[in-house]
T-cell receptor, first 114, second 114 residues
Framework: DVKVTQSSRYLVKRTGEKVFLECVQDMDHENMFWYRQDPGLGLRLIYFSYDVKMKEKGDIPEGYSVSREKKERFSLILESASTNQTSMYLC?????????????FGPGTRLLVL | DQQVKQNSPSLSVQEGRISILNCDYTNSMFDYFLWYKKYPAEGPTFLISISSIKDKNEDGRFTVFLNKSAKHLSLHIVPSQPGDSAVYFCAASESHFGNEKLTFGTGTRLTIIP
């Protein structure tokens, strides 16, 4: 079974704080993704990574950065948290090995920025 | 610009009846489509997919239909069960991206009434 874990289920941070969200997958997947989910907007892609040290901007990268130093771990960084970054953050991973593989998601981190 | 749209934010269906969830897309380059199901406080889980070379794919109680000329897909659940109550997201990808990047719709909350 694919397992994607996220470091925190709930986080409360203050405006201006630096926030780290960690994601780990145990299936040796090449691809990892960070999304945010907001009511009425669905899932929007923030950043993704094809390989270690590789990263690509998604649809809404502003205010975020990422780090992928190891294959199994993909971190999302909010350099200076703002209230409009209050959201549910979802990490996902997928394999590039064959065909059109699906993405497997973690349980999500609900972030509240005060 | 929302390339994948789910125009019904919510849907209520009687247990045992058919649930039909709809999704429209605007990008003609999309050639692979997926449905994900999401329970509260959990990450989305993959449900069923369809390639653009097909117009129907069936898996147990779940069937996805694709109408390429109308840029429309639908998910049929029959018979509907209380455990099907969840938010359903459709997603799409382009072949030159392989499996790396999915574009998600805004979601439809399905409620099955016992």
């Amino acid at each position: 079974d694919v397992k994607v874990t996220q470091s925190s289920r709930y986080l409360v941070k203050r405006t201006g704080e630096k926030v780290f969200l960690e994601c780990v997958q145990d299936m040796d997947h090449e691809n990892m993704f960070w999304y945010r989910q907001d009511p009425g907007l669905g899932l929007r892609l923030i950043y993704f990574s094809y390989d270690v040290k590789m990263k690509e901007k998604g649809d809404i990268p502003e205010g975020y950065s990422v780090s992928r130093e190891k294959k199994e771990r993909f971190s999302l960084i909010l350099e200076s948290a703002s209230t409009n970054q209050t959201s549910m953050y979802l990490c996902a991973s997928s394999s590039s090995s064959s065909g059109r593989e699906t993405q497997y998601f973690g349980p999500g981190t609900r972030l509240l920025v005060l | 610009d929302q390339q994948v749209k789910q125009n019904s934010p919510s849907l209520s269906v009687q247990e045992g009846r058919i649930s039909i969830l709809n999704c429209d897309y605007t990008n003609s380059m999309f050639d692979y489509f997926l449905w994900y199901k999401k329970y509260p406080a959990e990450g989305p889980t993959f449900l069923i997919s369809i390639s653009s070379i097909k117009d129907k794919n069936e898996d147990g109680r779940f069937t996805v239909f694709l109408n390429k000329s109308a840029k429309h897909l639908s998910l049929h659940i029959v018979p509907s069960q209380p455990g099907d109550s969840a938010v359903y997201f459709c997603a799409a990808s382009e072949s030159h991206f392989g499996n790396e990047k999915l574009t998600f719709g805004t979601g439809t909350r399905l409620t099955i009434i016992p």
